[in-house]
């Protein structure tokens, strides 16, 4: 006798058929038409094709991502609750019944490809397509699941949960008033409604038009064949439904950072995503189509010109991640008031009052960000921890910003030094306030350059702090120790430094590469899994700690947790994500060189 539980999943047979294989096939995807395009109208609005389901099935069962997910916490718990015990005893009840299993099931029933589309209706009409390795085992997988689900409701006396109709010589089936499917050449089809699945059936029997014919259509697609594939016209959407598709006004900050790609979205005609994944890489992107009028104008001064792009990563020892930007700020000021509202200009003033404090009353536009490039970097490393002294309890890593300078203005450079300076006794005066040491001033040459840098005084000594008979242990040393704030100049770039050790890192690596070519992307960044769980494993004690405080953990739990983000950074391995500006589009790209938890 099946449990409630199982009353209820049988009885939805559209549900356990088609929803059960697309589930894990969410995110895989297909390439030829027949998958399903051509059942779906060229009205559609948006659309998700699936080929290979087993793949991402072999993917999600596989060494590296068991791994992972088993160290998810509360997963064993799962596992072991008597929710997830009737539904694997109704699973593999089912597979008995139809001799396989319950992952060669779903191959056989979606192995031929899931497609998801949206057609242009009142209401709108969700259509899904399930093409399956073999029919055959399509129509015994459906009548036996029928089966069981009239038996089940016979024995608890309770009426048919299945409806059938006749349409066109096909029998359609239904578990509700929200859904009906039908068996249509070797392919179960479902809708949301049995009139929205007559007008599938009668533009497939009738030879209607389809969206596998629209040149437009097979024009997004993707060249390879990833995994999945994703397709979706913006402009009918949001002319559809304004409120739900209408984007909230983005904030000062967001508008300043990524204007131009928020108006992108708000104004595109379509968009198009694909996902692959195979043993050692995980890849996805987003493409943004252009307006047919363009950018406006003065979002098109966020991108760089034909032949330029954001500045390719430096290569040095210890590297964690980066962000590598082409942003004219220049420019962007010129335009601030087509950009922000009215209290953001404000805010604005005074921060070019601000920098006048620093820059002896100059200009903020025409004598600090003029006299700036357009490639800027931001770069994260690993510190020689061991070499500190003392050594900080928190250990972190040290950052730094990179940005050219106008080589037609070399006084500049010195500016920022005395600038820097200034910035320094001013933190020196908040720092008083709070009882904090102030910060020493130093230079140091490397290589050949100039570095001016900051350490902290070291704290006096605490009386019997050092003294191994007193047992008692030594002060806990506080995380202002990572920091020893630098600048330098060297090679027409300026660097902005939390550490020393990072400046003299950067140095090494521009000298010897003083001149990378420009990349084609307006954004890229760049990031190592395997190191940044380096970074966790050194605080694992502190992270547990805090979890156990914050979240109210158990010992063993936060274990779990700071375990399971560690294993998660070193499975994504090496991660980039790169954002293309191209005149018919912007697409972004997502990518992870896979590596082992």
Avoid: C
């Avoid at 490039?373 to 050594?391: I, N």
């Avoid at 770039?493 to 003083?514: C, E, H, M, N, Q």
Wanted: proline residues 6%; hydrophobic residues 40%.
């Amino acid at each position: 006798m099946i449990g409630t539980f199982g009353r209820r999943a049988v009885a939805t047979i559209g549900a356990a058929v088609v929803w059960t294989s697309a589930i894990p096939s969410a995110l895989a995807g297909a390439r030829e038409a027949g998958h399903g395009a051509d059942l779906l109208g060229p009205e559609t609005l948006a659309y998700v094709e699936l080929s290979r389901p087993g793949v991402l099935l072999d993917r999600l069962t596989g060494d590296r991502a068991m791994g992972l997910i088993e160290a998810v916490p509360g997963y064993a718990e799962a596992l072991e609750s008597s929710r997830f015990g009737e539904f694997r005893r109704l699973v593999e009840f089912v597979s008995g019944q139809l001799d396989t299993t319950w992952d060669e099931g779903l191959r056989a029933l979606s192995g031929g490809g899931i497609v998801l589309g949206v057609e242009e209706a009142n209401p709108p009409r969700l259509v899904l397509v399930v093409t399956p390795e073999d029919p055959g085992f399509l129509d015994r997988a459906h009548a036996k699941l029928v089966e069981l689900a009239r038996r089940d409701a016979e024995e608890k006396g309770a009426p048919d949960p299945i409806g059938e109709s006749e349409y066109r010589g096909l029998t359609a089936y239904r578990v509700s008033d929200e859904e009906a499917h039908v068996i249509l050449d070797g392919r179960l089809v479902l809708a949301n409604g049995l009139d929205g699945l007559k007008s599938v059936v009668d533009r497939h029997l009738d030879g209607g038009d389809r969206l596998s014919d629209s040149d437009a259509f097979e024009g997004r697609r993707p060249e390879d064949t990833p995994l999945a594939w994703a397709y979706a016209r913006l402009d009918r959407l949001r002319e559809l439904d304004p409120d739900r598709f209408r984007a909230d006004e983005p904030d000062d900050g967001a508008m300043l950072l990524i204007g131009a790609w928020i108006e992108h979205i708000q104004t595109a005609p379509w968009a198009s995503a694909w996902l692959d994944w195979d043993e050692d890489r995980l890849a996805a992107a987003l493409t943004v189509a252009t307006p047919e009028d363009g950018r406006s104008e003065v979002m098109a001064r966020f991108l760089p010109a034909e032949g330029d792009g954001a500045p390719a990563p430096i290569e040095f020892e210890g590297r964690l991640a980066t962000i590598n930007l082409w942003r004219d700020q220049y420019t962007l000021w010129h335009v601030r008031e087509d950009l922000l509202p009215p209290e953001a200009l404000q805010g604005l003033a005074q921060l070019d009052s601000l920098a006048g404090t620093f820059f002896g009353g100059r200009d903020f536009g025409d004598s600090v960000l003029e006299p700036l490039g357009s490639h800027w970097q931001l770069v994260a490393a690993m510190q020689d921890f061991g070499s500190m002294d003392p050594e900080p309890s928190l250990k972190l890593p040290s950052f730094a910003m990179v940005v050219e300078l106008d080589a037609d203005r070399p006084e500049f450079a010195q500016r920022l030094r005395v600038a820097f300076q200034s910035f320094l006794g001013l933190a020196n005066l908040g720092g008083a306030e709070t009882g904090a040491p102030p910060l020493m001033l130093g230079s140091e040459t490397h290589e050949g350059i100039p570095i001016s840098l900051a350490t902290f005084m070291a704290a006096p000594e605490a009386p019997g702090e050092g003294d191994e008979e007193g047992g008692e242990d030594p002060a806990e040393v506080h995380y202002r120790n990572n920091f020893s704030p630098s600048v330098a100049e060297v090679e027409g770039r300026f660097i902005v430094s939390s550490s020393v050790g990072l400046t003299r890192s950067l140095i090494d690596a521009l000298k010897a590469d003083p001149g990378p070519d420009p990349t084609d992307a307006t954004l890229l960044m760049t990031a190592d899994g395997p190191a940044l769980a380096g970074l966790v494993e050194l605080n694992r004690e502190r992270l547990v700690l805090r979890n156990m405080l914050e979240r109210g953990n158990d010992r063993d739990a936060a274990e779990r947790e700071v375990a399971t983000l560690a294993a998660l950074l070193r499975t994504l391995g090496l991660g980039e994500l790169r954002l293309e500006d191209g005149e018919d589009a912007s697409t972004l790209v997502l990518e992870f060189d896979l590596g082992r938890p």
